[in-house]
């Protein structure tokens, strides 16, 4: 028998001897009481907030005790949080779930402002629960979404409470530019300090420790994942909740200003009040402000500048690939700087060519009448090494000398063939090719100026003579054979186009000047421009010997 209702046979008044059976509802006793959750928020974490919560919840837990068929199924509360997105309402959402799992029946919330602070949010969960069989009661408002006349009402009420919502997020974002502007910051957590008060941030030693050790291996040439490791093996907590360190948790510091006492406010702003979601303000769409020397600094800004530059010359997402040479290796033609380029897939590796005197414009075949030439990175790296090696051999200055002791500094290493960015700093003035006797570029020697005028060369040893980097009045065709410096190129097909293809590419390859603009540090300290170049990406190779490509990261930069 099913318990919501019970069948009586009673005899019929009308005719004797005739049994009626009627359905009769079963009325629930007690124990089927209405089970009534309560929801509460206070948007802030203020005392006085907090204690009207606390008022809240009593009133609500005496309000369904009282009334009679009621039963408290819970009262959830959120606290401290702004309360725009929905989805980090931690208990909100824990009610959610609970009244659809059939855990509740009832909800009374103060106002549809406190419930969700939009109007899809409020009608999306009103409607929601409704299909659960839940009614949601609006204290303030008196709305019963039970019935369903009560839904025109809703959306009415729940539009203001969003418009309510902006206007509050308008107004504290007011509040920070107006304190921006008179320079005073606004306290985030930052690895390495700690906040004494609002505008007194101290340097937080174990961490600052941390801090100093991460800038100095870098500069020292380490890439993230090492230094990564270093931190694990030494079991240094990382920042954040996890404690664990990455390479992008390594790069936000790197990065961040803070480490050398200075501020900058506003370096992103929130774009949309009811997602919350931020863009950086890179164009300064909204007004920027950077504060110098607010508090104690934990590195000296000497190396910060150069970390700075190691970083931008460092960086893929911009196309910068110019670590380390880029500054000191010049074109054996003209003199210029030479760039950095990923040559296509078919060659997976990083050269160096011609990059022209800098200028607006973004071709290399606009900036330079050189010849197309490209020497891999991992040529220059040995003729430098060559180049050291003989000036180790050779060097008269005396010892004990700054120059000296930097080269002392840097020995291991670059005996070691690594070749980073400080060693070039310290020691380096200018690494170029020689010209032979014949006014051609001898490429398989590296010369470089020291800073102590003193001046060694390098030899290079091409592995395979397509290697050589050939310029267009160098090589020729013969037949299927493509010859290089009078010298046949290993492959045959392949060779003609990857030579040919060389040629083409050089002409599209895309310069771009400086990205400094974009960050404080290379603003304020470093000066120095790092073009990006951004190789075309090859999507076909032709068979008549065209060859195509399809630039699509230049597409995306136009
Ligand atoms: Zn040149």
């Known amino acids: 028998m099913n318990d919501n209702y019970m069948i009586t046979g009673t005899e019929s008044t009308m005719t004797p001897g005739l049994q009626v059976f009627t359905k009769t509802e079963v009325k629930k006793g007690r124990s089927k009481a209405i089970r009534v959750a309560a929801y509460c928020r206070v948007s802030t974490n203020l005392e006085a907030q907090k204690s009207s919560l606390e008022i809240q919840m009593s009133a609500y837990e005496r309000i369904i005790h009282q009334h009679p068929g009621w039963k408290l199924a819970g009262i959830y509360t959120d606290r401290g949080l702004s309360g725009t997105a929905a989805s980090r309402r931690v208990q909100f959402q824990k009610m959610i779930e609970d009244a659809k799992a059939g855990k509740i029946d009832y909800i009374i919330a103060k106002s549809t402002s406190r419930f969700a602070r939009n109007t899809v949010d409020t009608l999306k969960y009103t409607r929601m629960l409704r299909e659960w069989g839940v009614g949601v009661y609006f204290e303030e408002q008196k ?8 839904e025109m009402l809703l959306t009415i009420h729940a539009a203001f409470a969003q418009e309510e919502s902006h206007s509050i997020s308008e107004n504290l974002k007011r509040g920070v530019r107006s304190r921006f502007a008179m320079g005073i910051p606004k306290w985030s957590t930052t690895y390495g300090y700690r906040r004494i008060s609002n505008d007194v941030w101290e340097p937080y030693e174990p961490e600052a420790a941390v801090v100093r050790r991460i800038f100095d291996m870098y500069l020292d040439g380490h890439k993230l994942p090492e230094i990564v490791q270093a931190l694990e093996n030494d079991g240094i907590p990382g920042p954040g909740k996890k404690n664990i360190w990455f390479a992008h948790s390594l790069s936000t510091i790197l990065h961040n200003e803070k480490y050398i006492g200075d501020v900058a406010m506003q370096k992103d702003y929130t774009i949309d009040h009811m997602t919350h979601k931020r863009k950086r303000n890179r164009d300064a769409s909204v007004t920027r402000y950077y504060r110098k020397d607010h508090h104690t600094p934990i590195i000296d800004r ?25 500054g000191t290796l010049r074109c054996p033609f003209c003199g210029e700087k030479m760039v950095a380029v990923s040559l296509p897939s078919r060659w997976h590796h990083q050269a160096w060519t011609c990059g022209g005197p800098s200028s607006e414009k973004v071709l290399r075949s606009e900036r330079t009448s050189c010849p197309q030439f490209f020497v891999k990175n991992f040529y220059v790296v040995e003729g430098v090494v060559d180049a050291f090696r003989n000036l180790c051999r050779n060097l008269q200055e005396k010892p004990g000398s700054d120059f000296v002791a930097k080269q002392e500094k840097h020995k291991d290493r670059v005996m070691r063939g690594e070749v980073h960015y400080m060693f070039l ?3 380096v003035e ?7 006797e014949d006014g051609k570029v001898r490429w398989d020697t590296l010369v470089v100026r020291w800073k102590c005028q003193a001046e060694t060369t390098g030899h290079i040893e091409y592995r395979r003579a397509s290697e050589i980097p050939v ?3 160098s090589a020729e065709l013969r037949g299927m054979v493509y010859y290089a410096n009078g010298e046949p190129t290993n492959g045959q097909t392949n060779a003609y186009y990857s030579v040919q293809g060389l040629f083409e590419f050089c002409d599209k390859l895309m310069i771009h000047e400086s990205f400094a603009d974009e960050k404080v540090g290379s603003m304020s300290s470093v000066g120095i421009l790092i073009p990006a170049v951004l190789a075309p990406t090859t999507t076909k190779v032709g068979f008549e010997g065209e060859v195509k490509y399809e630039g699509a990261k230049a597409a995306r930069n136009k």
Not at 145 to 150: A, E, N, Y
Not at 302 to 326: C, R, S
Not at 430 to 436: D, K, L, Q, T, V
């Open 143 to 150: 709305i019963d979404t039970g019935s369903i006349t009560s």
């Open 430 to 436: 200018s690494i170029s090719f020689r010209e032979g």
């Open 471 to 473: 310029t267009k009045d």
């Open 425 to 427: 700093l310290d020691l």
């Open 302 to 326: 000497k190396t910060f500048a150069d970390v700075q530059v190691m970083l931008e010359m460092n960086d893929p997402h911009k196309g910068a690939i110019q670590y380390p040479f880029y």
